[in-house]
């Protein structure tokens, strides 16, 4: 997982301890469900976190979903030989290793939403009043679910690494302590990825890829902040395939109709 935050605290060996690979071969099926209402949508329609990440892919036309479904299964076989190579895939901790972040994702899924209500209590901020969500069809769900994988991607391995590492290096070219730079930085990516997270969804960020966002709002805001910082300790906590399970599962209440 290096060199990610996550992994300069989890150098253990232990089976269940969250790793990269194996959260990444635990998300697979949430990235294969996205793959489907990509190809159920009629006309295709993509998550903006996924196109994101895909920039540059454009020219591939309609074969880009092949070479993204081709790229997702090599990486998950690339995944499965480090893990195997590691002697984590003996049958006693196989499935420890790779259905342990579904299930923690699962569980903090269900307490995603009682702790977002906590989490904005405690800020201080406006009750939050959401219309009630529209029927979805098939597709449209998949993707909603599907997409969330993607979005982890996008804000927590790729911002709160990348903002992590940015903040310590800084730190440490001003004279702090590598060590003592580790609480700042893990704060500076905590914050800056919930942050850009919630920024995302704005129409002003949306516009950019084409797509409609929602206007900002200052209690909608903070919600999608304190559901940033919320997954983003948990993927610091128990890493990406749990994130990204608890992520699904929120975008699957969502998809039901149901209020946060």
Do not use: C, K
């Amino acid at each position: 997982m290096s060199p990610l935050p996550l992994a300069a605290a989890r150098t253990s060996d232990e089976p269940g301890a969250p790793r990269l690979a194996a959260g990444y071969v635990a998300a697979l099926p949430l990235f294969l469900a996205y793959e489907l209402g990509v190809a159920l949508a009629e006309p295709a329609a993509r998550a903006p976190a996924e196109r994101v990440l895909a920039l540059g892919l454009e020219f591939l036309g309609p074969r880009l979903q092949l070479v993204r479904v081709a790229a997702l299964l090599v990486l998950a076989g690339l995944a499965l030989l480090r893990l195997d190579r590691q002697g984590l895939l003996e049958p006693g901790a196989r499935a420890r290793v790779l259905a342990r972040p579904a299930g923690e994702g699962v569980v903090a899924g269900f307490l995603l939403a009682p702790a977002l209500v906590l989490l904005q209590g405690w800020l201080g901020a406006a009750p939050l009043e959401v219309a009630r969500t529209p029927a979805r069809a098939l597709d449209a769900a998949l993707r909603l679910i599907g997409s969330a994988p993607w979005e982890e991607l996008l804000f927590r391995v790729g911002a709160y690494g990348g903002l992590f590492l940015l903040t310590r290096r800084a730190l440490a070219f001003l004279g702090l302590d590598a060590r003592a730079a580790v609480w700042p930085a893990e704060f500076a990516a905590l914050l800056g990825s919930a942050l850009l997270f919630a920024a995302f969804h704005l129409a002003s960020a949306q516009r950019l890829l084409g797509s409609a966002g929602e206007p900002f709002h200052a209690a909608l805001f903070t919600w999608r902040v304190s559901a940033g910082i919320l997954l983003g300790g948990l993927f610091r906590w128990r890493g990406f395939g749990a994130a990204a399970w608890a992520h699904a599962l929120f975008n699957l209440g969502i998809a039901l109709g149901l209020r946060p």
